[in-house]
Each structure stands twice: as structure tokens, then as C-alpha cells.
């Protein structure tokens, strides 16, 4: 698993494959699912990062 975070657009991709997503799914507003061609869960998109996750959390996957 890896995380980044993109303080431009303020968001946070938390990657738990390297397999490239072929469908998305926003569960939630601002939080959208990505899906592989199996339809296994590849990577989650949190936007609006600052108002939902810890800011230390931001830092590290910024690095």
C-alpha cells in the first residue's frame, strides 16, 4: 500500500495495487473508489483531503 497526497488539488490517493483502475465509484462525495478490470479494489481518492484526514497523515504521504 502507498499514499500521496497533492496539495495542489488537495487530495489524497491511498494506491493498493499497481494495476491501472478501468471504473470509479464515488461511495460518498469526495471519495471515489477505483476499481481494476476484475473489478478488484486497486486505489480510494479522498478529496477535500484537509477537512478529512489527519494532517500528519497529509504530511507523510507527501513525502
Known sequence: MKTSYDPAVDAL?????EHPPVESD???PGVVF????DNRLV????????AR???DTLGAAAE
Open 43 to 50: 486505489g480510494i481518492e479522498v478529496l477535500n483531503a484537509k
Open 34 to 37: 477505483d476499481f481494476d478490470a
Open 26 to 28: 464515488e461511495i460518498a
Open 13 to 17: 490517493y491511498v494506491h493498493f495495487s
Open 53 to 55: 484526514v489527519a494532517t
